[in-house]
């Protein structure tokens, strides 16, 4: 299996750095709904991985830039390859949102985010109105990009189902 993408199929970075990251992220999406906010370690984890899955992000967006992108089906019209380019950097701001706004609840509530046990930097200070607006943004961001990803994996799903062209099988 090759490591870089070619104009056909996606290489094997590409290939962890989507399934990993879309891995964490319906994994913290249950944690954070079942968690207990007080608990510190509940919060710790969902912190943690939550910085973890920013970093894979920063990592994937150059990672991506840098590499030739497989062309999309001649089916496809400019505009849903437009729109298709636009969906995948709303997937990715997306999820540096989430994990900036879930950063700037902990900082704002007078904590340090914890990543794995090491203190991260503390950017805006205790402030409760700060806080409740990055609480509340951080969950309905949550809740935006999860109906997001629900319409990115149905556009997948019609490519293999309907289409029958390979642009799902070319993630695999
Ligand atoms: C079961 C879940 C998922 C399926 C079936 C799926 C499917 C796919 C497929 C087939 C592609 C390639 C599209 C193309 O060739 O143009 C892709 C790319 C992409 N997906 Fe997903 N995806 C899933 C989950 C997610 C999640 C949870 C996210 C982020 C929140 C995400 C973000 C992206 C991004 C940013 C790309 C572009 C990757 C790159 O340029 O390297 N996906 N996805």
């Not at 706004?101 to 904590?111: C, H, M, P, V």
């Not at 994996?153 to 189902?161: C, D, P, Q, R």
């Amino acid at each position: 299996m090759q490591l870089w993408n070619t104009a056909e199929r996606y290489g094997l970075v590409s290939k962890l750095l989507h399934w990993g990251i879309a891995a964490l992220f319906f994994v913290q999406f249950v944690i954070g709904d079942l968690m207990d906010d007080d608990d510190p370690s509940q919060l710790g984890l969902h912190t943690s991985l939550g910085i973890l899955l920013a970093l894979l992000v920063l990592i994937r967006i150059p990672v991506s830039k840098l590499q030739t992108q497989p062309a999309y089906p001649p089916h496809m019209g400019p505009w849903e390859c437009r729109l298709a380019d636009l969906m995948k950097m709303a997937l990715n701001l997306g999820l540096l949102l989430v994990a900036a706004f879930g950063y700037l609840a902990i900082t704002t509530k007078g904590e340090a985010p914890l990543f794995f046990g090491v203190a991260m930097p503390v950017l805006i200070g205790e402030n409760d109105m700060l806080h409740e607006f990055f609480k509340e943004g951080h969950e309905l961001l949550a809740w935006l990009l999860l109906m997001l990803v629900g319409v990115h994996v149905a556009a997948a799903l019609k490519h293999h189902f309907i289409d029958g062209d390979d642009v799902l099988r070319r993630m695999h």
